[in-house]
């Protein structure tokens, strides 16, 4: 049985903003315990990255009565120019509510700030370029007028061993600065590769519902790991906008679920499931691929798990 009896995406069209719009959000109802959530989808009308925001939703009635406003604040949203994108949390809302309306109320950019239909500054402010750029330099003084000098006789310089030292020693430090620019330029090459590393592994991973994702390719993902309590866990097909296609390895290792409902097509890897010594059914009602591991046998993907354990996987 899915946690959400009821989820149901609803577009939007009452935009007001020429920043940050929102396109549509995805109403998740759970009946049996009387509880509502709201995942939304902005888009980023602006050619520069989006730092944070903050909005104001109300929330009406069958009867378009309203419930209740509230102000919600992200303030680490990062949304590259021109791109939509989901914030990386979800909204409880009342559960008699039926539909909503947003109103922004602030957007942060990379060069300013949005602030109820006025522009600001973020960073410096944009009239100070064209004052600085454009402000006229004051006129050199005139040159005093040198009064002639007498030629003074030129002395005559010493050669000896004190000024062969100080050649030597200048040829020692000139070779030292280019050693050590290399040094350096090696350094911050292996921190700017490490960094993009690290930011396009990073970028591809995220959080729904307790269920860790990675993208595989466009929008389908995996499940990498889980971080909820529920003792009955419910894989839909759909994560918000995602589709689940596979189970990673390890997953689920050391779960506390009793339970484990698979309303999904996807491939379940070896040991997913490891060490869930409460789980004492899984169970498919869909087309399930299981991967075989090393010891060849299916149910190797619960390895460690309840000798009770009904594996029923169609």
């Excluded at 930011?199 to 390719?217: P, Q």
């Excluded at 869909?286 to 149910?299: L, N």
Aim: net charge neutral.
């Amino acid at each position: 049985m899915s946690l959400y009896n009821n989820i149901e995406k609803i577009k939007y069209s009452k935009n007001t903003s020429e920043v940050v719009n929102l396109k549509e959000y995805i109403l998740f109802e759970n009946e049996r315990e009387e509880i509502k959530y709201i995942v939304f989808k902005f888009s980023n009308e602006v050619n520069q990255q989006l730092l944070g925001m903050e909005f104001e939703v109300s929330q009406y009635n069958l009867d378009g009565a309203l419930i209740e406003t509230s102000i919600v604040i992200y303030d680490k949203v990062l949304a590259k120019a021109n791109e939509d994108f989901v914030p990386n949390a979800k909204l409880k809302v009342n559960y008699g509510c039926k539909t909503i309306s947003v109103r922004l109320l602030k957007a942060a950019f990379d060069k300013f700030l949005w602030n109820e239909g006025e522009y600001e500054d973020n960073s410096y402010k944009f009239d100070h370029y064209y004052r600085d750029e454009h402000a006229q330099k004051p006129a050199p003084a005139p040159a005093p007028v040198q009064q002639e000098e007498k030629p003074k006789k030129e002395k005559k310089k010493k050669i000896g061993k004190k000024f062969e030292l100080k050649q030597q020693t200048r040829k020692n430090i000139a070779r030292f600065p280019a050693f050590f620019l290399a040094l350096i330029f090696i350094a911050v090459s292996a921190f700017v590769g490490v960094s993009l590393y690290l930011f396009e592994r990073d970028s591809k991973r995220f959080t729904i519902d307790g269920f860790k994702l990675c993208i595989a390719y466009g929008k389908n993902v995996s499940i990498y790991g889980y971080v909820g309590n529920d003792k009955v866990v419910e894989i839909p097909q759909t994560l918000g906008e995602y589709y689940v296609i596979t189970i990673e390895s390890g997953a689920f290792t050391d779960c506390k679920m009793e339970r484990v409902e698979i309303n999904a097509s996807l491939t379940i890897e070896p040991r997913a499931f490891v060490n869930c010594k409460k789980l004492k059914v899984i169970y498919s009602s869909e087309d399930v691929k299981i991967r075989i591991g090393g010891v060849g046998d299916p149910a190797d993907i619960c390895k460690g798990c309840s000798p009770e354990l009904l594996l029923n996987i169609i």
